[in-house]
């Protein structure tokens, strides 16, 4: 399998990597952690090299306790930590009204770190992420910070996720960035501006919500009923009558590539990305291994450069709503 590398860190990754946040958090009631644990660890076996997590995925189990994704994930990778990247990220703390409070300070960031280590288990991360940019705090206190973190071996290289291109440029110019973490899918293509900055300054892109929150794999629709206020999907717009019928132009240009290609519309559609750029890393996540598995084919779909103009060009044409899903991550 090719691999993809993290922008100017030179780390090296598979082409898909596997959003753990699903399996604690916004997807439902938390799992247990050992079949979380379990769910991450056959991702591995899988082929799967590239975890990304974050001090704020935490749900609330049944029983009232809180069950912490870089718990999860530590236990998990554990076994196998010199064979795996782990991104974890700092800066967000979600309160209940679905909202979150940012605090980039360098001293916040500091009891991060550690926390974040010890859930990890692991004496270092490799990449670490600015969760949201933070107004109180210039990007070049935030990197650096990051610079002396590197130097500690604390983290192998940083990023920013929900980056804007002035401050990637300023944070950029004080401790080199090695990815953005933005939202990505064929419904949600306002980061493709920051293309021609990431190019320039060696930058990976890794996409979150590759697949609309789910939309774009088909198997959910208006009528699908999440799990409650555990579940961020529930109100996003693409479930609703009007976001299907705007979208089904495009879900049926996807079905018929998946006929054609003997794969899934899961699967084309990450597929599209891989193919649109070489420094996208998709990072989709599920608590199935067999949707792990599926998405981790999509790499193998090669989708042809005519097929992904085509589908840029249905794009352009399309009146989509703004599926951005819900702010909060």
Same mark, same amino acid.
């Given at each position: 399998?090719?691999?993809?590398?993290?922008?100017?860190?030179?780390?090296?990754?598979?082409?898909?990597?596997?959003?753990?946040?699903?399996?604690?958090?916004?997807?439902?009631?938390?799992?247990?952690?050992?079949?979380?644990?379990?769910?991450?660890?056959?991702?591995?076996?899988?082929?799967?090299?590239?975890?990304?997590?974050?001090?704020?995925?935490?749900?609330?189990?049944?029983?009232?306790?809180?069950?912490?994704?870089?718990?999860?994930?530590?236990?998990?990778?554990?076994?196998?930590?010199?064979?795996?990247?782990?991104?974890?990220?700092?800066?967000?703390?979600?309160?209940? &009204?679905?909202?979150?409070?940012?605090?980039? !300070?360098?001293?916040? @960031?500091?009891?991060?770190? #550690?926390?974040? %280590? +010890? =859930?990890?288990?692991?004496?270092?991360?490799?990449?670490?992420?600015?969760?949201?940019?933070?107004?109180?705090?210039?990007?070049?206190?935030?990197?650096?910070?990051?610079? &002396?973190?590197?130097?500690?071996?604390?983290? !192998?290289?940083?990023? @920013?996720?929900?980056?804007? #291109?002035?401050? %990637? +440029? =300023?944070?950029?110019?004080?401790?080199?960035?090695?990815?953005?973490?933005?939202?990505?899918?064929?419904?949600?293509?306002?980061?493709?501006?920051?293309?021609?900055?990431?190019?320039?300054?060696?930058?990976?892109?890794?996409?979150?919500?590759?697949?609309?929150?789910?939309?774009?794999?088909?198997?959910?629709?208006?009528?699908?009923?999440?799990?409650?206020?555990?579940?961020?999907?529930?109100?996003?717009?693409?479930?609703?009558?009007?976001?299907?019928?705007?979208?089904?132009?495009?879900?049926?240009?996807?079905?018929?590539?998946?006929?054609?290609?003997?794969?899934?519309?899961?699967?084309?559609?990450?597929?599209?990305?891989?193919?649109?750029?070489?420094?996208?890393?998709?990072?989709?996540?599920?608590?199935?291994?067999?949707?792990?598995?599926?998405?981790?084919?999509?790499?193998?779909?090669?989708?042809?450069?005519?097929?992904?103009?085509?589908?840029?060009?249905?794009?352009?044409?399309?009146?989509?709503?703004?599926?951005?899903?819900?702010?909060?991550?």
């Amino acid at each position: 399998m090719d691999k993809r590398v993290l922008g100017k860190s030179g780390i090296e990754v598979s082409p898909l990597g596997m959003g753990c946040m699903g399996i604690t958090h916004a997807s439902g009631d938390p799992m247990p952690d050992d079949e979380a644990a379990s769910v991450v660890r056959q991702a591995h076996e899988m082929g799967y090299t590239f975890f990304d997590t974050a001090e704020c995925y935490v749900g609330t189990c049944a029983d009232g306790t809180e069950a912490h994704n870089e718990d999860v994930v530590g236990k998990a990778l554990a076994p196998v930590r010199d064979e795996v990247v782990i991104a974890t990220k700092f800066g967000v703390t979600h309160v209940p &009204d679905k909202t979150i409070l940012v605090d980039s !300070r360098p001293e916040v @960031i500091r009891i991060s770190v #550690e926390k974040s %280590l +010890r =859930r990890l288990r692991t004496d270092h991360i490799d990449l670490y992420y600015q969760h949201r940019i933070d107004p109180k705090v210039e990007p070049e206190v935030v990197a650096d910070t990051m610079a &002396d973190l590197i130097k500690e071996g604390k983290i !192998r290289a940083w990023g @920013i996720s929900e980056a804007t #291109e002035e401050y %990637l +440029r =300023r944070a950029d110019a004080v401790c080199p960035v090695s990815a953005v973490q933005n939202r990505y899918s064929m419904m949600t293509r306002w980061n493709e501006s920051l293309f021609p900055v990431l190019e320039e300054l060696n930058v990976a892109f890794v996409a979150f919500s590759p697949m609309a929150n789910g939309f774009l794999t088909g198997a959910y629709s208006h009528n699908t009923r999440f799990e409650g206020a555990q579940d961020y999907r529930d109100g996003m717009p693409q479930y609703t009558e009007e976001g299907e019928r705007r979208a089904e132009p495009l879900m049926r240009f996807v079905r018929e590539l998946a006929e054609l290609h003997a794969a899934t519309p899961a699967q084309v559609s990450l597929s599209w990305m891989l193919e649109k750029k070489p420094y996208i890393i998709p990072i989709p996540g599920s608590r199935k291994p067999e949707r792990l598995l599926e998405n981790l084919g999509a790499a193998e779909v090669g989708l042809t450069d005519d097929e992904v103009a085509k589908i840029d060009g249905l794009l352009n044409g399309l009146d989509l709503m703004v599926f951005g899903g819900h702010t909060v991550r």
